[in-house]
């Protein structure tokens, strides 16, 4: 696998694909070398796991006052007019 492959794949862990990204991708899972196709999808899984891992090791819970704040700022909206 290339480099511009390799980005593609990290691309895709990320959600951050377009229409010419989803084209290369196609004709990477739909191309005649296995090797390549099962490279790409193990740089997809491995880059998946390492950004879910991060997530884990980053988070952070909200701070208790949010759930008062969202729900009076809920309350105080106006409901939306039927037309």
């Known amino acids: 696998m290339n480099e511009a492959q390799i980005d593609l794949a ?3 862990a990320l959600g951050l694909i377009d229409d010419e990204d ?3 991708i196609q004709t ?3 191309s005649e070398d296995p090797t390549l196709c ?3 999808l193990r740089e997809l899984h491995d880059t998946r796991e390492v950004l879910a891992a ?3 090791a980053t988070s952070t819970p909200p701070p208790p006052s949010l759930r008062t704040r ?5 309350n105080t909206e106006e409901p939306p007019l039927a037309i």
């Open 10 to 12: 990290h691309a895709v």
């Open 22 to 24: 989803h084209h290369a």
């Open 28 to 30: 990477i899972i739909d």
């Open 38 to 40: 099962t490279e790409f």
């Open 54 to 56: 991060l997530s884990d």
């Open 70 to 74: 969202l729900l009076a700022a809920v």
